[in-house]
């Protein structure tokens, strides 16, 4: 099954660059997610964290 897929991918030329792009859009992500979460207002959390519990009447 793999021989397959090894000789279609060695038919398309620039298939090497498709990892390289893959990586850097996880790891931008991942930073990016990362520098959100510790700069959150911790007063904004708060109130999100309570937010299920409050009473709508």
């Known amino acids: ?10 038919t398309i030329s ?3 660059i498709y990892p390289i792009i893959s990586l850097l ?5 991942f930073v990016g ?5 510790f700069t959150y207002k911790k007063d904004k959390i708060k109130e999100l964290s309570e937010l299920p519990l409050k009473d709508n009447n």
């Open 1 to 10: 099954m793999l021989k397959f897929i090894k000789h279609n991918l060695e």
């Open 14 to 16: 620039g298939v090497e």
């Open 25 to 29: 859009i996880f790891f931008t992500f």
């Open 33 to 37: 997610l990362f520098f959100w979460v």
